[in-house]
């Protein structure tokens, strides 16, 4: 059976190199395709994927998106002497050209549009494709900042032609501003594209006015291009895990993409000699998992930019990891943007409101140049001496230390935030009636009677749990969490004829565990008070009466309305859920489906799904025996066999929007990942 996740890769593409020495060019190395190859070995992910062979990208597919001009200029360096290779070279901003460049740029078109029609001909879900050189610089005329066919965008306009497809989101999280992918696109409102990029104020390459937040696309395509400057370095994974909390995935659900193709550079990535950013490598991860939502999963990686070899390939690994559904690592480090990031996210909403109907109710204009004015709001620390102009052979030296220094933090990284994936990833407790109702694949439990269990239960109220059927019930529970606690299983679901009792014994379990952290999702009716006190437990009740009690920072009411459009749905998981979530970094989850939910089927479904880039992955599925119509919805996102699919989507009721508002106005100061403004 084909898997799942598409990779393309060819080592001839390791063919075009740099013939003269010139500082500029020389970190975009044959090696970075090398060792990205030889990481995916180590991990055994090569044979997990469909290998994808490559192609030259012909001349009719290259002229989508460049002019015939500058495609004779590359065709004539084939043939050329080193001199006239370093002449041509010099024509152009940061490029160099080799007799084996012009073969490579169309082996790297080629791979693009082969990973393209895999994953839209349905052949494969997903799927990457390593190449080189680069693209997302290359302009219709003009090579560009190590890029000569801007891959991407030919990508884009192939998938329109050969499929008509109508609406293609790009995702640039390269960290270099793709301006050659903005230009091509910048009138079209059937590609939006993101960029996020180094551009402190202006001083950073590509140094142009047009890569800040205010570049919204022209004419029909305005509001089709979205920029997010990075004004300082050091920005990390709650930076980057923000800017699509708030920005991307908001615009990105209601653009409602039909494919997504990512120019995936990890020059945004930790140890970076241009970026220097701090994001690690399970960073990528959570970003590719929240793309993996988008268009029906159907979701295409190109390699741009990423210069340091081990982050760049751990990176690389974690991408393809993710892709084809393994559980995710946990985000290290505190979850709270920084001041400067919240300001650009400010920006890119103001700027971008009259274009979407989700951001219609921001009252915000542009900030313009707080930061400038703001000196904290820098992460990175720079010593004097990044001032000084160094000898080359000391400047030798010093990134010779960076490398590996970076080097050796990404050792100890990566032992402490990977554990070994359970074999089985989910199981199910249910009793025999209902049985029949769960796939076959899935593994079932049988309640197993154990001393600790009913110890648990002993604690609780004799009244509530003296039914036969309750004590079962909740037997079949703590035998499904046992075994996700003791990392027998990733995740497992449990039917319970009172899922406030089963919630409250699963909390209680996990204590008496020594879970730390547990975040507790309760969607429908709560009928007994629930002890979260220590701080060890969050929860958040999705409910639709009003509640008697406020929300507080452990304890959160989101009042919900049985005919809430899709849109504030969106919001509320995006702009609220996910946020407290990362921000409370949960070692495990408890999903409780009680009576009176309102979210529906599709919405439970991308909600538990979005929830797996949480505590490991691991989460239990409590559902009220009164909802078992549910249970497909549940088990699909759980064994990761869920494909999203909305539609278009209508625009909210203010007064819907303004319950998440102002609960994210009570709480951002607790739970900081739900800044969205200075
Ligand atoms: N003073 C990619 O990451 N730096 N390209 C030029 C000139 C060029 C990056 C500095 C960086 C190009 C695909
Ligand atoms: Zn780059």
Redesign the pocket.
């Known amino acids: 059976m084909a898997s799942r996740t598409a990779l393309v890769y060819d080592d001839e593409m390791t063919s075009h190199q740099l013939l003269w020495n010139d500082p ?2 020389q ?2 190395v044959p090696e970075r395709l090398f060792s990205c190859w030889e990481w995916l070995q180590g991990n055994n992910l090569i044979e997990r994927c469909t290998s994808v062979p490559v192609r030259e990208g012909t001349e009719d597919e290259i002229l989508l998106a460049h002019s015939s001009d500058y495609l004779g200029v590359v065709k004539n360096t084939e043939k050329m002497i080193k001199e006239d290779l370093q002449k041509t070279s010099a024509e152009y ?2 490029v160099y050209f080799h007799p084996m460049t012009y073969r490579c740029a169309k082996l790297a078109v080629g791979a693009t549009l082969e990973l393209v029609d895999a994953v839209v001909s349905g052949k494969t879900l997903n799927g990457m494709a390593l190449v080189r050189p ?4 290359s302009q219709r005329s003009a090579a ?4 000569i066919f801007n891959n991407v965008a030919i990508a884009a306009k192939y998938a329109q032609r050969k499929y008509g497809l109508q609406r293609i989101l790009i995702v640039d999280w ?3 501003h793709g301006q050659g992918t903005q230009y091509i696109f910048s009138e079209d409102p059937s590609v939006l594209y993101f960029s996020w990029h180094r551009f402190e104020h202006q001083q950073f ?2 140094s142009l006015r047009e890569s800040d937040y205010d570049a919204v696309g022209q004419g029909m395509g305005r509001g089709f291009n979205i920029n997010v400057p990075w004004n300082k370095t050091g920005m990390g994974n709650s930076d980057y895990v923000a800017v699509f909390l708030h920005v991307l995935l908001p615009l990105a659900f209601e653009f409602d993409p039909e494919l997504v193709l990512v120019s995936a ?1 990890y ?1 945004s990535g930790i140890g970076d000699p ?1 970026g220097q950013m701090c994001a690690t490598p399970e960073c990528f991860a959570h970003l590719t998992h929240f793309l993996m939502h988008l268009a029906k999963g159907k979701l295409c990686l190109v390699l ?4 340091h070899l081990r982050s760049l390939s751990e990176s690389v690994c974690m991408t393809v990891k993710t892709l084809l559904g393994d559980p995710l690592p946990c985000l290290s480090g505190e979850m709270a943007p920084c001041l400067s990031t919240l300001e650009s996210i400010h920006n890119v909403r103001a700027a971008h409101k009259p274009y979407w109907k989700c951001l219609m109710y921001e009252d915000t204009t542009p900030l313009q140049d707080l930061s400038t004015n703001l000196d904290q709001a820098g992460k990175a620390e720079f010593t004097p001496a990044d001032a000084q102009p160094l000898t080359p052979e000391a400047c030798e030296t010093v990134n010779r230390d960076e490398i590996a220094k970076t080097d050796k933090f990404l050792e100890r990284h990566m032992k402490e935030i990977v554990f070994p994936t359970p074999s089985v990833r989910t199981a199910a407790a249910v009793d025999e009636s209902n049985t029949l109702l769960l796939p076959p694949s899935l593994q079932t439990e049988k309640a197993v009677d154990r001393k600790e269990f009913r110890r648990v239960i002993s604690g609780f109220d004799a009244k509530l749990v003296e039914e036969e059927k309750v004590l079962t019930s909740l037997t079949n529970m703590m035998t499904v969490l046992d075994k996700i606690i003791r990392k027998e299983i990733i995740n497992g679901l449990a039917l319970s004829c009172a899922a406030s009792v089963s919630s409250a014994m699963a909390i209680k379990y996990c204590s008496n565990q020594k879970v730390q952290k547990v975040l507790c999702i309760f969607l429908g009716d709560i009928d007994l008070e629930m002890d979260v006190d220590d701080g060890k437990v969050l929860l958040i009740n999705v409910c639709a009466k009003p509640s008697q009690q406020s929300s507080t920072k452990y304890k959160i009411f989101l009042q919900w309305k049985e005919d809430t459009e899709t849109t504030t749905f969106f919001s509320a998981v995006t702009g609220f859920i996910l946020p407290v979530g990362y921000s409370f970094q949960p070692e495990l989850i408890i999903l409780a489906i009680g009576q009176n939910q309102s979210l529906g089927k599709n919405g439970i479904s991308l909600l538990i799904s979005l929830l797996q880039g949480l505590a490991h992955s691991q989460i239990l599925t409590l559902i009220q025996d009164t909802e078992v119509n549910l249970l497909k919805d549940v088990v699909k996102p759980l064994t990761g066999d869920f494909v999203p699919y909305f539609g278009t989507t209508a625009p909210a009721l203010k007064e819907n929007e303004q319950i998440i508002a102002d609960l994210r106005q009570q709480l951002q100061q607790e739970w900081k990942m739900l800044q969205c403004s200075v």
Do not use: Q, R
């Open positions: 500029v060019c970190i975009e901003d940061a680069p693209g997302h610089h560009n900042g190590f890029c390269d960290v270099h390459w590509p550079g020059d241009e741009e930019g990423g210069y």
